[in-house]
């Protein structure tokens, strides 16, 4: 339902600096697979589709309406090597992806530990993942996972993965990456 706005608002926050820096950090190949997990309206996705050029990028959301904004920026831009899906519930073989980006999403998974293992389990041996994810924002709290960088260290706790934390803040909000 605030789909709309939420397009709007979110480049407010989320600039083109910081699609460059998610998908810098990502090492992408020209033909890289990548997984846009919480794609939204395609702001990564088409970054993420330039970068890998010659690969595919499978930007899945669950917002309809959001999938619909991210189908007319992708057409817009002529970008096809996209494969958008509306889903809840991820399932892809494991291995099967160079890398994974997720921007605006862990803040709101009910249990991020859980799903944070489930998509590095899709990842290559060497692959990589960006995740930015907003904290604090407009004064309203940051969810418990969200506090803190020992909190978000903790969903990464026991997994094979190498992590680096950066807090910035930013016009009413701040953000994990």
Not at 40 to 61: E, F, N, W, Y
């Amino acid at each position: 339902n605030i789909s709309g706005f939420r397009d709007r608002a979110f480049p407010l926050w989320y600039t083109r600096k910081d699609v460059n820096e998610v998908v810098k950090k990502l090492r992408l190949k020209q033909d890289s697979v990548v997984l846009d997990f919480g794609c939204g309206s395609g702001i990564t996705t088409a970054a993420l589709a330039q970068r890998a050029s010659k690969g595919s990028v499978v930007a899945v959301d669950i917002s309809e309406k959001q999938l619909e904004h991210a189908v007319k920026r992708l057409g817009r831009m002529e970008i096809s090597n996209v494969i958008l899906i509306k889903e809840h519930e991820l399932r892809f073989r494991k291995q099967s992806f160079d890398a994974f980006a997720a921007v605006g999403v862990l803040e709101y998974l009910d249990n991020p530990k859980r799903t944070m293992r489930k998509i590095v389990s899709y990842l290559k041996k060497g692959g990589s993942f960006s995740i930015l994810s907003f904290g604090r924002s407009l004064g309203i709290p940051a969810p418990e996972h969200m506090k803190n960088e020992n909190d978000i260290r903790k969903i990464f706790a026991g997994l094979p993965v190498e992590i680096h934390i950066t807090k910035t803040k930013k016009k009413l909000t701040e953000y994990w990456h």
